[in-house]
């Protein structure tokens, strides 16, 4: 039986990061997380994950509860309804260079601490951040969410993933910076001198295909949802969840099999995903986390079939895991999402 339930999660040190902006702003926050059907004790377990669309419908009432779709994070707020605007602004563009112009000149005259400029080359796109010197330095977070909503509605409007080239930032490495490597790319470096995001070039002579038609769909979940939906596929790691992801649990192969499939040495293989901060074990275990966290929040199954499902013969080891993996039993998790009074719905 081939699995498809793998929407990806997110770790609570990004939530943590995302509900610090609306505590030093005095929201309740945790009203936001029941709204967002993540119970507020999870928080406590370092481990913890969320799934995506939980962490969309965080970011989505944070932004209401703020008035500020940039969370507080630049002198001038963004206000809500500003990503749409931006969205409309850029969908009458012809082509992805145009369509890129105009959404940094949107956020230009929206933000005033906090701005980006373009150039580019045959090789590559460069979005150069700049920010007021009399203001603190932007945090990795406002870095993210700058070029997240930008990113995302490129992707969106050109049709594909832009692929992303290397980022440099002046800010120290965030608690969170796997989960930012997820976001951008591997060729992540923090501490630099400057601030910037290259993009492959192409999209820029692609035409944009989005009309008003498909619009609504894409607003229901964003800008939130691009936090998952446009991580880097490009790295080792992600190419082999992928092939994971295609075939039954019961088939996945030993590392030396995938090393075969990827044509490359397994020592080879080992040292790329040590590199990029996974081992093939890891890589199998995340699947596996997902896909559980996913079927336990979307799905009516007993915990005994979920542990069939990935590929725990015994419940009880599928407890032991899951309790490591995530710091959580499955039933707590179950019983964590059950008691709250407005769950957010699966994207």
Known sequence: MTLRNDKGTISVALVEETLALARA???????????????PHMLKTPKSRVSSA???????GIARALDDEFFGQDSHPMRCGSFIAMTQTALTARTGAQALARAVGFMRLVLDDLSAHVTADTGRV???????????????FAYATYFIVIYG??????????????????CAAPSAAHEYRLMFCDDMRFGQAHSYVDLSAQFLALPVIQTTKSI????RDAPGSFVVKYRNPESLAARIRKMLRALPM??????????????????????HLKQEGYTYQSIKDDLRRDIAIGELQDS????????????????????????????????????????????????
């Open 153 to 170: 509605l490129m992707c969106w409007l050109v049709g594909r993933r832009i692929p992303l080239l290397g980022a440099r930032f002046r």
């Open 300 to 347: 009516t199954r007993t915990i005994a079939e979920i542990a069939m499902r990935v590929g725990f013969a015994e419940p009880s080891a599928f407890h032991r895991a899951f309790r490591k993996w995530t710091g959580m039993r499955p039933t707590d998790y179950r019983l964590a999402r059950a008691s709250l009074t407005h769950p957010a719905e699966s994207d």
């Open 25 to 39: 702003r005095g929201v309740d926050v945790d009203a936001l997380l029941v709204a967002a059907g993540i119970a």
């Open 54 to 60: 939980q962490y969309g419908a965080l970011w989505a």
């Open 126 to 140: 460069r979005i150069t951040f700049t920010h007021r010197e009399d203001k603190p330095p932007p945090t990795m």
């Open 216 to 219: 609504k769909p894409f607003l």
């Open 250 to 271: 019961s088939s996945w192969p030993a590392a030396d099999q995938m090393a075969q499939r990827l044509h490359a040495a397994e020592a080879t293989m080992r040292r």
